[in-house]
Nanobody, 117 residues
Framework: QVQLVESGGGLVQAGGSLRLSCAAS????????MGWYRQAPGLQRELVAS???????NYKDTARGRFTLSRDNAKNTVYLQMNGLKPEDTAVYYC???????????WGQGTQVTVSS
């Protein structure tokens, strides 16, 4: 019912920037939380940033101040602006849509972000 389409990943040098986009389509229930997770080789998937349909954001500590998550509710789209990228940011980034009250959780296919030194 719900599909998440991600874009914006790629290869960038340390200190550079990327903007990830995630567009949700289908039967979108509200309220909900949309956000980005990432998984680096050998590590568990971790939350990078999330935003509620009311605009409340949450960031991983190491991302706060460098990354900015925004949301366009009319388009059911979130954007993750990533500045000051570091090699340790290298990971597959996954878009997520969570509707906790309905016990729904959706994931995108992932987009690779590689930061070279």
């Amino acid at each position: 019912q719900v599909q998440l389409v991600e874009s914006g990943g790629g290869l960038v040098q340390a200190g550079g920037s990327l903007r990830l986009s995630c567009a949700a389509s289908g039967s979108i229930l509200r309220p909900n939380i949309m956000g980005w997770y990432r998984q680096a080789p050998g590590l568990q998937r971790e939350l990078v940033a999330s935003i509620t349909s009311g605009g409340i954001t949450n960031y991983k500590d190491t991302a706060r101040g460098r990354f900015t998550l925004s949301r366009d509710n009319a388009k059911n789209t979130v954007y993750l602006q990533m500045n000051g990228l570091k090699p340790e940011d290298t990971a597959v980034y996954y878009c997520n849509l969570n509707v906790g009250w309905a016990k729904h959780d959706y994931w995108g296919q992932g987009t690779q972000v590689t930061v070279s030194s």
